[in-house]
């Protein structure tokens, strides 16, 4: 089973400022596919990026992925008030398919 | 529009069984794979099942095996969940999932609340 850890656990920023999350893969992740998700108090999450770099439907350009084999990355350019939420990792390359433990970015 | 709406969550005692069931709607149910995920309140996220579009090739992790079965009826545009054999570690918010056609998730359902206490 692949580990996917997150890093940092939280992240503090301010509205206009660049975030970036960071997640790391126990093996290599099969064919990047890696998707980033965001989730906001009460609400299911919404998937934001797919195959490591494409974005999702109706997802912002502020949101870009990036990463190959172990390490990935999902930044946001200018964060906007509605940004504020849970940002969790997932491979979908191997069975099972396996989440990071999440970050969060909140205002500072 | 994707619609996915889920049902039958509940309390149930230890060792007792739940079906989940999901309506989906605003997208060729049959054309794609459907998925379980799972989160207990406050925790992270959990992959439980996985069923392809035609219903012939089905996964479970190890932490379910042999206690939860998926299933879909693809004349009804439906996605079911058999939970056998609860455990305390099993409540949590179960989402139903849509596929996007290359295994990623890119509709949820709001979940239903499995509450697994004596």
């Known amino acids: 089973e692949i580990v996917l850890t997150q890093s940092p656990g939280t992240l503090s920023l301010s509205p206009g400022e660049r975030a970036t999350l960071s997640c790391r893969a126990s093996?290599?992740?099969?064919?990047?596919?890696l998707a980033w998700y965001q989730q906001k108090p009460g609400q299911a999450p919404r998937l934001l990026i797919y195959?490591?770099?494409s974005r999702a439907t109706g997802i912002p350009d502020r949101f870009s992925g990036s990463g190959s084999g172990t390490d990935f990355t999902l930044s946001i350019s200018r964060l906007e008030p509605e940004d504020f939420a849970v940002y969790y990792c997932?491979?979908?390359?191997?069975?099972?398919?396996?989440f990071g433990q999440g970050t969060k970015v909140e205002i500072k | 529009e994707v619609q996915l709406v889920e049902s039958g969550g509940g309390v149930v005692q230890p060792g007792g069984s739940l079906r989940l069931s999901c309506a989906a709607s605003?997208?060729?149910?049959?054309?794609?794979?459907m998925h379980w995920v799972r989160q207990a309140p406050g925790k992270g996220l959990e992959w439980v099942s996985f069923?392809?579009?035609?219903?012939?090739?089905?996964y479970h992790p190890d932490s379910v095996k042999g206690r939860f079965t998926i299933s879909r009826d693809n004349s009804k545009n439906s996605l079911y969940l058999q939970m056998n054999s609860l455990r305390t570690e099993d409540t949590a918010f179960y989402y139903c999932?849509?596929?996007?056609?290359?295994?990623?998730?890119?509709?949820w359902g709001q979940g239903t609340l499995v509450t697994v206490s004596s």
């Open positions: 999932a849509k596929d996007n056609g290359a295994a990623a998730i890119d509709y």
């Open positions: 605003g997208f060729t149910f049959d054309n794609y794979a």
């Open positions: 069923i392809s579009g035609d219903g012939g090739y089905t």
């Open positions: 093996q290599s992740v099969t064919n990047s596919y």
């Open positions: 195959g490591a770099s």
């Open positions: 997932q491979q979908y390359g191997s069975s099972p398919q396996t």
